[in-house]
């Protein structure tokens, strides 16, 4: 394996008179710094550069790279709803967690999910069509899912709350919108 060094090159207009022999500076001849000014060179430099904040992931590729949300996403799937959370957005997907889904009796969990259309009505109450942060102290928030019923979040005893789920992670980014991680499944009110 060989190592590489990178050495710093300062550079300088060249001041380099011939008849004394002097010269302060060393000229770099490249033709695509020549004319530009230091903020034509830095818009360069930026447009060349990869997106350093944006997320690059959407929301079900961010889902799905946590491991954490299997269940969701295999009844995203089966409800048709995945192709909403495909598109541009924005979105907030208040996320039960494989855990979330495994606090709910079995045999309950079982007949929810051969039942589509209820399973559909539950995940979109989950959903929200715009960009919702976490909720301040003290200053409760409403948002509406897509399926037109209202959700509160809150700061309670020092946890992020949905209803009455407690949110474990908060603002997880994606390229078309939020997610907050839950811990229980959102029962419509």
Do not use: C
């Amino acid at each position: 394996m060989t190592t590489q060094r990178a050495e710093k090159v300062l550079f300088t207009p060249a001041t380099h008179n011939a008849a004394e022999g002097t010269g302060d500076a060393v000229s770099i001849p490249t033709d695509s710094l020549r004319g530009q000014t230091t903020q034509e060179s830095r818009a360069r430099a930026d447009a060349a550069r990869p997106a350093r904040w944006g997320p690059k992931k959407n929301i079900l590729e961010t889902l799905a790279g946590t491991k954490r949300f299997a269940t969701l996403l295999r009844a995203l799937d089966e409800t048709h709803l995945a192709h909403i959370l495909d598109e541009a957005g924005p979105f907030t997907v208040f996320a039960p967690t494989d855990a979330a889904f495994a606090r709910v009796p079995e045999d309950e969990l079982r007949t929810l999910l051969a039942d589509k259309a209820r399973l559909r009505s539950l995940l979109s109450y989950h959903i929200v069509a715009s960009k919702v942060r976490a909720p301040r102290e003290r200053i409760p928030n409403t948002a509406t899912a897509i399926d037109g019923r209202k959700l509160t979040m809150m700061v309670e005893q020092g946890h992020y709350k949905v209803n009455d789920a407690r949110i474990v992670e908060t603002n997880l980014r994606a390229s078309n919108g939020l997610i907050h991680a839950i811990d229980a499944v959102l029962a419509p009110r």
